[in-house]
């Protein structure tokens, strides 16, 4: 019987990797009966990430059973009116991406790591009162939020309103979205569009030394952004600042919990912390699927993904292909040489612009939570039940500190 990938499937969402390895075997190039291609093996997804391949859906000739409900849709109404860096091809990707860099800066992310350092020792210290907690609602959800937040300068009293709308937002990004949500994420969308609208404005008269101020400053040879380019770049900063990292930062500490070898490994030598992000990054990836519409034929193997389709690059798959990484693929092993080639970040023209802070957040957070609990034992964990933006929703732990 011939394999048909089924996201819907019961447990998917909490163990996608069996289907993977199925997906990989059977076919790497794989034509879904719902209209779209699928990726697979590491090779593959990694030339299409560098590859010319476009992001833009009028590109599209053959539409995805999904997609007959939001294609039908006018641009405002598309995820941050369709104007955000991610969804532009060049020349436009080109210029808006030069804008935010110049004010989305290293020194930017550099001068976070105090700031990280004490978020996330405060919620240490109440996991540890605590003796038995939800890291995800104690850390790795408050310490992108609030980090993201604070860099581009959003005002406290946002911060609930728009913290529940980017969590509607986000299943937006499921590329298999149910389509009665589609009504809720369009309503988010319009409203998350008016509240950074009526931000940025303010901001202007407000200027601050934050990434929003400088982002409202920043230019190019005369080039600026124009007001509705603005905000679609500070929706995708502070979406993917939150939405992307929680899921590295509570996956990866799921990971020490259920390898306490490897945690041990790590308190033994704090000096692996960058390497066994880079590990847990690409043992779980926090994103699993990048997608792309192909302006040309792309060749896998012996098959070809026509022009005009939805080709969707599972990172999740590819991170964990035998084929690159050797047979011990489904291991986690924090010393592993090269895990630093994981395909989690992105590669090419759309590499993201947000890597570094997300790996400087989720070091600290792993490395500190190790040497604080070295007795910390998982008692559950839930997972968000999303296919692409997908991680731990809950992982309780018991964990008393310093023993
Ligand atoms: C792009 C993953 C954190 C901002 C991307 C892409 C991936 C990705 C795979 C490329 C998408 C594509 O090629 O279609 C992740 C992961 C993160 C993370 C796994 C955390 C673990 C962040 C953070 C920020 C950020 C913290 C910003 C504060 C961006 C931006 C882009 C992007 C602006 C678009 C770049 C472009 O189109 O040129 N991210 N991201 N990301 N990411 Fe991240």
Redesign the pocket.
Known sequence: MTFVFDPFAPGFTDDPYPQYARLRESAPAHEHPLGFWILSKYDDVARL?RSAQS?DERYLTTLPAWKSDSAELGKRNRMMGGL???D?DPPD?TRL?RL?SKA?TRKAVEALEPRVRSIVDSALDRIGAAGTADVVAELAFPL?FTV?SE?LGIPVLEHTRLRELTSVLVLGLEPLAEPELQAGIRAANSELLAMVGELTRWKRDHPGDDVLTALIAAEHDGDVLSEEELVA?VM??YI???E??V??VAGGILGMLRYPGQARLLREDPGLAANAVEEL?RYD???HL???VTVEPFPVGDKEVPAGVFVLAC?GAANRDPGHWGEDADELRIDRRDAHQNL???A????????A??RME?RIAVERFVRRFPDAELESVRFNGRVNVRGPAEVKVRARAGA
């Open positions: 990430q992001v955000s860096m991610l532009q990707h991406r935010v989305f992108p993201i860099l770049q995708l900063l993917a600042g939150h992307t990292t899921n590295l990054v990836s926090p994103v990048m997608r792309r990172l989690s970040f992105g090419g023209i759309h590499h993201c612009l947000g890597a802070l997300a989720a």
